[in-house]
């Protein structure tokens, strides 16, 4: 396990850098296929943006977080998603292009729902403040996303998790980091070669 510090990457984030960003990815990228590392993931959704220029230049091959939630989704039989993360991530294609290429569809929040949702994760939940007044906003983004046809919900955010779930969300939820994590255990005891 490797990563800068967390404010270099916000940093990246708040100036548009995805070289930046991807030049962080790669310096952990680098230590850990010099200590014996077969593949890599990042359990940071947002960063994934700048994923089209890490791929190419690194050491090892990458479980991309986006595509192992894409694929569980259409293995649960769902359609239509709705998406959930910090402002950087929602308005990016990250999600997007991956859900479309496997016949998903991708409902984000609204501008103002966005903008909520990012203080609270940026403002509360990293700095490990978890107030009842968050889970009720994001219980009702999701409500709305149902109401307009989402059949689940991903919580594309490592923070997300600490305060939605399944017991507490109308939607079913797909957690990216959990997914991730199984996804790169099985990946691991399998043996097999990312892609």
């Known amino acids: 396990m490797h ?3 967390f404010a270099e990457y916000v940093d990246c984030l708040d100036r548009g850098d995805l070289r930046g960003i991807a030049d962080l990815m790669l310096e952990s990228a680098l230590k850990l296929a010099s200590t014996g590392a077969d593949f890599l993931i990042c359990p940071d959704n947002t960063i994934h943006s700048a994923f089209s220029l890490v791929e190419p230049n ?3 091959p990458w479980l991309h977080i986006a595509a192992v939630v894409a694929d569980e ?3 649960r039989g769902f359609r239509r998603v709705g998406l959930t993360g910090t402002r950087w991530l929602v308005e990016s294609s990250v999600y997007p292009e991956l859900f479309t290429s496997r016949g998903l569809e991708v409902v984000r929040p609204s501008e103002t729902e966005r903008q909520e949702i990012h203080r609270i994760i940026m403002g509360e939940l990293v700095a490990g403040v978890f107030l009842p007044s968050a ?3 994001l219980q009702g983004v999701i409500q709305r996303m149902a109401s307009h046809g989402c059949d689940s919900v991903a919580l594309a955010c490592t923070e997300i998790p600490l305060i939605i779930n399944d ?3 109308s939607l079913p939820t797909l957690d990216s980091t ?4 199984r996804a790169a255990l099985m990946r691991a005891v399998q043996g097999e ?3």
């Open 3 to 5: 990563t800068p510090s």
């Open 73 to 75: 989704a259409v293995s």
């Open 135 to 137: 889970a009720n906003f």
């Open 193 to 195: 070669t990312a892609t």
């Open 178 to 181: 959990r997914l991730l994590a």
């Open 167 to 169: 017991q507490n969300s």
């Open 58 to 60: 690194s050491p090892r």
